[in-house]
């Protein structure tokens, strides 16, 4: 049965003005998912102005006092988790590890911002001398507006709100049109930890009619965006008008070097984690694998023999949106070298009924072709070989995207090396953790901006001094 979603706005599920809504997709069978509402500017406004309302009270409670609430919100996220997996699975088609992961982690968020806002939060006092009081303020934006794509619908947004609520603002949340559900539930679930209404709000529908009217409401004091590098360039015009301040994490093209030296086991671990993880459509993948020209084959070879044993629907999921999936398949269609495995869909059993690509590795690619150099954001790896270290480095810096980096070498200085001169925002060393802790943004046309770690809570707080003669 086909159910309809509205807006949850002021605490409430609220329809659509416009009394219409937007079919979506469940990708793993392509049948029809559920309906949401089709929001425009008239619904934008209404949750703009209930957040509006609701931020002064909101800033004014301690940090103690909203970690408290989100805590709460911690908790019916981990007592709710079979229900968000299941909203998160129907329009994503994503395995059962996948989508376990996803849920751990937004509690997570929600628990780490609000313990750490506690202290971080905190300005500091500035020593001018004996008759002066400095001090520093963080103070909250008022109204965050936020816009999450498709790929990972519950994990973007907790991550952007986490610590935009943490900081004392309220949030209007756009999610993806295709992938809806997973935050109006989520909102649902913060209301009923205790969330003030007006304080979390979700206005569903497209980019250009929901989006767009999101980014150019005056009352919004800071946008967070998450999409494509086309889709950054134009809200950044839009808010620019404005000078609204915007975070941007754009799509990429991420390079795992491995040397001769390296691990290999574990470097090819990690190469074939980022074929399926998500099916790829991860915009910190490492799809691009760069390995030193002596052990190139024999990389290669192990990671197309892990590659062959991945199986659908337990293994990886499908491309999540039908555009997508003809994109990766335009990607097929021109490469300029034979695949080494995969380099189609499915065309026998359950996979074929749904939106599955082969994993898929090309190897010993042109470094000028365009599914080595664009973000193809599918269950692809492409390969080329290096002679030495500069070589690697100049490879993998030669790329409009900085986002993140992997580097596997038996020699850890040559690794932090490497890292040390990578254009890129996130560089792993022999498999080095990337966590909720540690920020998270790029360099070049990544966008700019951080999310997670204490970098985050300072992207949804403008710093105040005080400064107060005492004679």
């Not at 599920?13 to 929001?39: C, H, K, M, N, Y």
């Not at 019916?76 to 376990?100: F, H, I």
């Not at 997570?108 to 750490?116: K, L, N, P, S």
């Not at 936020?146 to 619908?153: R, S």
Request: aromatic share 6%; proline share 6%.
């Amino acid at each position: 049965m086909v159910i309809r979603h509205d807006h949850w706005i002021d605490g409430r599920a609220t329809p659509p003005d416009g009394q219409a809504w937007l079919a979506t997709l469940d990708p793993s069978t392509r049948r029809p998912g559920d309906e949401i509402a089709a929001g425009g500017p008239a619904d934008v406004s209404k949750a703009v102005a209930a957040a509006d309302r609701a931020a002064r009270a909101w800033a004014g409670r301690s940090p103690a006092d909203r970690g408290a609430v989100l805590h709460r919100i911690a908790d019916v996220v981990e007592a709710d988790a079979q229900a968000l997996m299941e909203a998160e699975r129907s329009c994503t088609g994503k395995v059962p590890a996948q989508l376990r992961l996803e849920v751990e982690m937004s509690a997570a968020y929600f628990r780490y911002y609000a313990e750490v806002v506690r202290a971080a939060g905190q300005g500091q006092v500035i020593e001018q001398g004996s008759g002066v009081h400095t001090y520093t303020r963080h103070e909250p934006y008022g109204v965050v507006g936020v816009i999450t794509p498709w790929n990972l619908p519950l994990n973007q947004a907790v991550r952007t709100l986490a610590p935009a609520l943490a900081m004392g603002n309220s949030v209007v949340v756009k999610p993806s049109e295709y992938t809806s559900v997973p935050t109006l539930r989520l909102a649902w679930l913060a209301s009923q930890a205790g969330t003030p209404d007006g304080v979390l709000n979700v206005v569903t529908g497209t980019g250009p009619q929901a989006g767009e009217a999101l980014a150019a409401d005056p009352r919004v004091g800071r946008l967070a965006f998450t999409g494509s590098v086309a889709t950054g360039r134009y809200l950044s015009g839009v808010t620019g008008g404005g000078l609204t301040p915007i975070t941007l994490e754009l799509g990429g093209r991420s390079s795992l070097i491995v040397f001769a030296g390296a691990d290999l086991d574990r470097a090819v671990a990690a190469a074939v984690t980022a074929l399926a993880e998500n099916s790829g459509q991860v915009c910190s993948a490492t799809a691009r694998l760069l390995v030193e020209e002596r052990v190139h084959d024999e990389v290669v070879d192990r990671v197309v023999a892990a590659a062959e044993k991945l199986q659908p629907a337990t293994d990886f999921g499908p491309l999540i949106t039908q555009e997508q999936y003809q994109k990766v398949l335009g990607f097929f269609a021109d490469a300029p070298v034979p695949p080494a495995t995969g380099g189609g869909p499915f065309q026998r059993g359950p996979a074929a009924r749904g939106l599955y690509v082969r994993p898929t590795v090309y190897a010993r690619v042109p470094h000028d072709a365009r599914i080595a150099r664009e973000g193809v954001f599918g269950p692809v790896l492409v390969t080329s070989s290096f002679s030495d270290e500069a070589e690697a480095l100049a490879m993998a810096n030669d790329t409009e995207y900085g986002l993140t980096a992997a580097v596997w070498s038996g020699d850890l200085a040559q690794g932090l090396r490497i890292a040390e001169r990578i254009e890129a925002g996130q560089v792993s060393v022999n498999g080095g953790p990337l966590t909720i802790e540690t920020p998270f943004g790029g360099y070049k046309h990544r966008g700019h901006g951080r999310e997670k770690g204490l970098a985050a809570l300072y992207e949804y707080a403008q710093l105040k001094t005080v400064s107060a003669s005492l004679r």
